[in-house]
Each structure stands twice: as C-alpha cells, then as structure tokens.
C-alpha cells in the first residue's frame, strides 16, 4: 500500500509546519497510523480509497481485542479521521471512511490535586540558604503560580518573564502565546532567583534560558521532574507527585476559592472550556469529601 506511506509522510510534514504541534503530539499521531495502515495492509487493501468504513470498525475491534484502554482506542480514532480528512482535503482519496464514526464514551477520571498545606509543604522544602534551593523555589512557585506545563516551563526565556509588571508570556501549544499573571510570592521568588544565582550558575554559559541547571544549560524535563520528587519526598508527600499535578492543583485552587473559568482557560491556555470544567468537578468532589468527614449527620 505505497501510496499510504507517501500520504502519511506529507500528513506529518503538514502537521509539523501548518499545524505546527508539539513532536510528543506528532509522534503520537505517527506511532498510531503506522500501526494502522500495517493492520489496513494485512488484510490485503491496495490504496486508501479502498478503506471503508467497516474496515475501521474491524481494526479498532481488534485493538480492543488486544487489551486496548478506551482511551487509547479513543486517541487511534482521533489519529486517523484526522488523517482521513487530510487525505479527502487534498484530493487524495474522494471519500472519507470515517464520517459518523463515534468516539467511544471515555470514564472521567479526576485529576489528583495536592491540598493548600501540602502545597506549603512542597514549596517551603527547598532550603533556600543554597543557591539550588533558591533557584529551585522559584521553579516551584512558578509551576504552581502559573499551572504552566512542564515542556512550557523549561522553554522560557528570560525575555518572557516581566517582573515589574508581573506577568510571564507563555508559548504553548502550537506555539500560541499567553499571557499570565504572576503572584507575589512567585516575583520575591523568582527576583531573588534572576539576581543571585543565575547570573552565577550562566557565568560561563551563554544561554537565554530562564531555568538553568547547575552546568549553566537550560533546565531539561527530566531535571525538573527530579527536583519535583526530590522535595515531594522531602515534604513527606505520600502521593505521586508530577509537574502537571501542580498544574491541576493551580486550576483547582482557583476554582475552588471563585475564580472565573473563562479566566482560569485562559491562563491554562485550553483551546476548549469543556476541558477545563474537569476543575469544576474536583471542586464539587472535595467539597463533599470535606462534608461527609465534618458535617455530623452527614
């Protein structure tokens, strides 16, 4: 089935430069399609126009045979009715096969959050005496204070953080900018950070990165997932504890305590509110933990 290959490789560069998405996202998409056009070649299909729509529903009956979460399931359907819709867009084929076809209904699963005292816990364990607990404060506090992702975090520059004005841009995914605002606690941080120790740890490294580690280069994901468990162990957090569960907490806290959700997807940067209602029901949720623990007829 050549000419599937050649498709594919021309959807992957339009992902890259038209649609510009992450390389995590676009390997995503490749893994999947690459796996689905071998099962379309396994039984026998010479070109793309000859896919229909059953033979989308025998495929994904078979990764749900092998074991398939829903949500993996979900994310192949995801993967090729983008790519099907590419294909008819382009003139490729002259029929999308995966017209009508339905995403199966996902479990929701609420994101885990830590509590305020755990949060005060985490943030206050770094010992800020050394120049690596006063660099690693600030990569908490913004973390927190801004419930930017990790991938976000390590790309700052310094020109993206405003300190006077308090605020720090964002370039998310896509590439889109935000802008979010940064709280007190987050500027002492960051401004103790910015004058006493980075010009330090880059004294002999030319780099424009914000987060730097100790060799002076920017900070990579792994390091900050290490610095995060580093001081979740520290703080005697029981829990798992990833940079996007202080990214839930941030949208959880906010909510929580009467924040706009219009205003709480801007700053997580969401495409679409429906993803950050998810925040609404962890609310809702806590809420009535806290009632059935307190309330004495509860």
């Known amino acids: 089935m050549e000419d599937a290959h050649y498709a594919l490789e021309d959807y992957i560069h339009f992902l890259k430069v038209e649609r510009q998405l992450s390389h995590n ?49 979900s994310r192949h359907i995801s993967s090729i009715r983008s790519f099907h819709q590419f294909l008819l867009r382009e003139k490729v ?23 305020l005292e755990e949060i005060d816990r985490l943030i206050s364990s770094p010992d800020r005496a050394k120049p690596q607990g006063i660099r690693d404060t600030a990569l908490l506090e913004v973390l927190y204070g801004t419930g930017m992702r990790v991938s976000e975090c390590i790309g700052l520059n310094i020109d993206d953080l405003h300190l006077s004005m308090g605020f720090i841009r964002v370039f998310g995914k896509g590439s889109k900018e935000r802008i979010v605002p940064l709280g007190r606690k987050a500027i002492e941080a960051c401004r103790q950070y910015m004058e006493e120790v980075r ?31 580093t001081y979740a162990l520290k703080a005697g957090i029981q829990k798992e504890l990833t940079p996007h569960i202080l990214r839930h907490s941030f949208a959880t806290h906010l909510i929580e305590n009467g924040a706009d959700l219009r205003a709480v997807q801007e700053m997580l940067g969401h495409a679409d509110i429906s993803t950050t209602q998810i925040y609404t029901h962890v609310s809702r949720t806590r809420l009535k933990d806290v009632f059935v623990k307190f309330h004495p007829r509860a």
């Open 93 to 115: 084929t002259t029929q999308d096969p995966t017209v009508h076809l339905e995403l199966p209904k996902l479990e929701q699963k609420l994101p885990r959050v830590l509590s």
């Open 25 to 73: 996202t676009i390997t995503s998409y490749k893994r999947d399609l690459v796996e689905y056009i071998s099962s379309i070649e396994e039984v026998g299909l010479a070109k793309l126009d000859e896919i229909g729509r059953s033979t989308i529903l025998e495929y994904l009956h078979r990764l749900k045979e092998d074991g398939k979460s829903t949500r993996t399931i």
């Open 199 to 229: 010009p330090r740890l880059t004294s002999k490294q030319k780099t424009e990165a914000l987060f730097v580690n100790l060799r002076g280069t920017r900070l990579t994901r792994q390091g900050c997932w290490k610095i995060l468990k």
